[in-house]
């Protein structure tokens, strides 16, 4: 199955990599339960926090929950001058390059003991620097490419004529300080401009990191932040890294939820942040449901039944037939598939069908 990741990026000494511990500390804990791998040092693998999974458990009398994960890359911290190879730039641009998506932590907080390295805390400038990078590199990258493609479009190549045409359009965009996700791209134009694999054309998440009496509130800098957020269409999460820290060390659920009580919070950071990173990514979730497990699936919105299928296992899609589908709120309102089903409430779908977040899936298939 297809792994979905979100590079964790930001200047140096802003919280990166307490969250990033925080992420693998809580997926540490979780593996008590199911695999966790840290893939690398600094790729890990989280659950994807989905209380529907173990209302659908309950239900289905299932002796295991396998939910879906998300994996999280930590990239080292990036500096003014990234683009020109500053600091650890040419690395750091490779690994953002193989990310899906982009959530940038930016300091909201004041501590004379961590330094900034702009000297002052200012998470909108912040943001601009390593936005500017990203796209200094792009720049870069888009004026190699359409040197390279325009030879072959002009030797009569159609696939190269499509991509010198986004190409040409990007570097407008660029040249005029937007970011390559701000440019108009056709349906026909999707896969070729997903393969010029731009750093600024990655959705982003805004992580807004404030000391603990900010958690529930947030600040002036968090204020701004958002605002700066809401105008590039982004979203912004607040959390305290270093209480997600100490959240992820705690042992049972009920101390994490009297701790969190304490600070005036309902869940913490780290799930808006991953609900928030599958958002960005335009994914959704299915359910299988059964005695031996009840397990969640991640697809694309307005993925069909047969890819959906495919997710479980390439023969699935290949021999596709159709697919059982309960709603979520059918399955648990009525009190389980078998009840589901004699309501009339399970659907034979085809191919053709879009599969809905939450559908409760069976399929039949011929291989």
């Given at each position: 199955?297809?792994?979905?990741?979100?590079?964790?990026?930001?200047?140096?000494?802003?919280?990166?990599?307490?969250?990033?511990?925080?992420?693998?500390?809580?997926?540490?804990?979780?593996?008590?339960n199911f695999?966790?791998?840290?893939?690398?040092?600094?790729?890990?693998?989280?659950?994807?926090?989905?209380?529907?999974?173990?209302?659908?458990?309950?239900?289905?009398?299932?002796?295991?929950?396998?939910?879906?994960?998300?994996?999280?890359?930590?990239?080292?911290?990036?500096?003014?001058?990234?683009?020109?190879?500053?600091?650890?730039?040419?690395?750091?641009?490779?690994?953002?390059?193989?990310t899906?998506?982009?959530?940038?932590?930016?300091?909201?907080?004041?501590?004379?003991?961590?330094?900034?390295?702009m000297?002052?805390?200012?998470?909108?400038?912040?943001?601009?620097?390593?936005?500017?990078?990203?796209?200094?590199?792009?720049?870069?990258?888009?004026d190699?490419?359409?040197?390279?493609?325009?030879?072959?479009?002009?030797?009569?190549?159609?696939?190269?004529?499509?991509?010198?045409?986004?190409?040409?359009k990007?570097?407008?965009?660029?040249d005029?300080g937007?970011?390559?996700?701000?440019?108009?791209?056709?349906?026909?134009?999707?896969?070729?401009?997903?393969?010029l694999?731009?750093?600024?054309?990655?959705?982003?998440?805004?992580?807004?990191?404030?000391?603990?009496?900010?958690?529930?509130?947030?600040?002036?800098?968090?204020?701004?932040?958002?605002?700066?957020?809401?105008?590039?269409?982004?979203?912004?999460?607040?959390?305290t890294?270093?209480?997600?820290?100490?959240?992820?060390?705690?042992?049972?659920?009920?101390?994490?939820?009297?701790?969190?009580?304490?600070?005036?919070?309902?869940?913490?950071?780290?799930?808006k942040?991953?609900?928030?990173?599958?958002?960005?990514?335009?994914?959704?979730?299915y359910?299988?449901?059964?005695?031996?497990e009840?397990?969640?699936?991640?697809?694309r919105?307005?993925?069909k039944?047969?890819?959906?299928a495919?997710?479980?296992?390439?023969?699935?899609?290949?021999?596709?037939?159709?697919?059982e589908?309960?709603?979520?709120?059918?399955?648990?309102?009525?009190g389980?598939?078998?009840?589901?089903?004699?309501?009339?409430?399970?659907r034979?779908?085809?191919k053709?069908?879009?599969?809905?977040?939450?559908?409760?899936?069976?399929?039949?298939?011929?291989?």
């Amino acid at each position: 199955m297809a792994s979905f990741n979100c590079g964790i990026v930001g200047l140096p000494n802003v919280g990166k990599s307490t969250l990033f511990n925080a992420l693998t500390a809580t997926a540490a804990a979780q593996a008590a339960n199911f695999p966790f791998c840290t893939i690398e040092p600094n790729v890990g693998r989280v659950a994807m926090p989905d209380k529907r999974l173990d209302m659908l458990a309950k239900l289905g009398n299932s002796q295991k929950i396998v939910p879906t994960q998300l994996e999280f890359v930590d990239i080292a911290g990036l500096v003014k001058g990234a683009s020109k190879g500053e600091g650890l730039g040419n690395q750091f641009l490779a690994n953002i390059r193989e990310t899906d998506a982009i959530i940038h932590v930016l300091r909201c907080f004041d501590d004379e003991n961590i330094i900034h390295v702009m000297g002052s805390v200012d998470p909108v400038r912040d943001a601009e620097i390593v936005e500017t990078e990203l796209m200094l590199a792009d720049m870069d990258s888009v004026d190699r490419q359409i040197t390279s493609v325009g030879k072959k479009a002009k030797g009569g190549d159609k696939d190269a004529k499509l991509t010198l045409g986004i190409l040409e359009k990007v570097k407008v965009a660029l040249d005029a300080g937007h970011p390559a996700r701000t440019v108009k791209i056709a349906d026909d134009e999707e896969k070729a401009f997903k393969m010029l694999a731009l750093m600024s054309s990655k959705p982003v998440l805004y992580v807004l990191n404030v000391q603990e009496d900010d958690a529930a509130t947030g600040n002036e800098w968090t204020k701004k932040a958002e605002a700066m957020a809401k105008e590039k269409g982004a979203e912004a999460v607040i959390i305290t890294a270093s209480i997600e820290s100490e959240i992820a060390q705690l042992g049972s659920e009920e101390e994490k939820k009297e701790f969190l009580s304490t600070l005036g919070l309902e869940e913490p950071g780290l799930n808006k942040i991953i609900r928030a990173g599958y958002n960005l990514l335009g994914l959704q979730t299915y359910f299988t449901v059964g005695p031996k497990e009840a397990r969640a699936w991640t697809i694309r919105k307005a993925a069909k039944a047969p890819e959906a299928a495919g997710v479980i296992h390439g023969d699935f899609e290949r021999g596709f037939i159709k697919a059982e589908v309960i709603a979520f709120k059918d399955f648990v309102d009525l009190g389980g598939e078998q009840q589901a089903k004699d309501a009339g409430k399970m659907r034979q779908e085809g191919k053709e069908y879009l599969v809905q977040d939450g559908d409760v899936m069976l399929f039949r298939f011929n291989v």
